[in-house]
């Protein structure tokens, strides 16, 4: 059986590098095809490396632009390595223009498709990556629905794919690096101490590329009485110098964009974390930290259910406010993590995957 799976993104190289892990392992014939979508090393090269992937076996090199231009351009070159290369199944990760692009490319040519993260909604039709899973889903043969929730979704939707509950494969590869994150040196090297600073990531378009909305999100955290590393976003870099936003004085202090481990050694000793990213929701709850979402919805609506995320909204108001209402409520909330059950799996997702996926091409 013969496998591509395309990726474009950190976020996917993360969510699909157990499942390389794990079809290698079983003797999959699996090709990773690379669209180029992130293309700064510290946003993809080291993410490879890192979890000693295979090379890909091509970049198609799309680089930026808008949403069309991504889609459209990954759609042409991805058109002839699927024809070149007849894979079996095509597997796209996640909610972004790659795998959109992935997806689309794979069923004009007739080629099953498999979707990783299926079901996944924040009903907010405004966001690209909700427009993409829909599409994903409606066109996919197979549905990898990570959580109860997402199966849920899926079926009250009616797709004409075969739903499979598979849990998350993020969880797998967290579990895997979870504790190889303490040999990281990164708190030393940014002089840091346990649970004396949150941890900031922010990077969706429907945040930065509005200068009004980008400066309120800043200020609302600017300020709260607790330091913030922010491991930056090119994206975002870039917009915060075309805006012209300072922030001097404030309690945000940015640092380069880091690794996986690195990431996951600053989130372990955090006090609390606040993003607008949908994996680094996941990972808050895998890690016991409280997480503050800054976005009006999300997809991860069990970590919401469950009372560990909360969603702030984007003004600088509720920002504030609801950085303030868990601080305040630190220990309460930190005691929830005692007696949740985890909603994403048992760490096995890949093996599963990977086992149904024999076994239908068995037939």
């Not at 080291?46 to 890909?56: A, C, I, T």
């Not at 990954?74 to 079996?88: A, G, R, S, T, V």
């Not at 955290?221 to 915060?240: G, L, M, Q, S």
Request: proline share 4%.
């Amino acid at each position: 059986m013969k496998v591509a799976i395309v990726v474009g993104t950190r976020p996917q190289i993360i969510k699909s590098a157990p499942l390389v892990y794990e079809c290698l392992k079983s003797g999959l014939d699996l090709e990773i095809v690379h669209t180029g979508q992130h293309y700064d090393y510290n946003l993809s090269q080291v993410f490879l490396e890192k979890f000693r992937l295979p090379d890909p076996k091509v970049n198609l090199g799309v680089g930026s632009g808008s949403h069309a231009y991504q889609t459209g351009k990954i759609m042409l070159k991805l058109e002839k390595f699927l024809i070149d290369n007849k894979p079996d199944l095509v597997i796209v990760p996640g909610d972004t223009n790659s795998a959109l692009a992935g997806a689309l490319t794979s069923v004009k040519l007739g080629i099953p498709l498999a979707h990783l993260e299926a079901g996944a909604r924040c009903y907010n039709i405004r966001m690209a990556e909700e427009i993409n899973r829909r599409l994903i889903d409606h066109c996919s043969n197979i549905l990898f629905a990570p959580t109860a929730n997402c199966k849920e979704n899926l079926e009250k939707e009616f797709v004409l794919g075969e739903i499979f509950l598979s849990g998350d494969t993020m969880y797998d590869i967290f579990l895997e690096f979870k504790n190889k994150a303490e040999d990281s040196d990164i708190l030393n090297m940014l002089g840091l101490s346990d649970r004396e600073y949150g941890l900031l990531t922010l990077h969706r378009a429907e945040n930065v590329d509005d200068p009004n909305r980008l400066r309120d999100i800043l200020m609302g955290i600017a300020e709260t009485k607790i330091d913030i590393i922010f491991p930056i976003h090119p994206r975002t870099k870039n917009r915060i110098n075309e805006y012209k936003i300072s922030l001097h004085n404030a309690n945000i202090r940015i640092i380069d964009p880091i690794n996986y481990v690195e990431m996951l050694k600053l989130l372990k000793h955090a006090k609390i974390v606040l993003t607008d990213s949908g994996g680094l929701q996941k990972e808050a709850f895998w890690s016991g930290i409280p997480c503050v979402t800054l976005r009006e919805r999300t997809e991860w609506i069990e970590t919401v259910q469950l009372g560990v995320n909360f969603l702030a909204g984007t003004t600088k108001e509720t920002i504030s406010s609801t950085i303030e209402k868990v601080l305040k409520n630190y220990d309460k909330i930190k005691a929830k993590f005692n007696h949740i059950k985890n909603p994403y799996g048992n760490g096995d997702a890949s093996k599963k995957i990977v086992r149904y996926l024999k076994f239908k091409f068995a037939k």
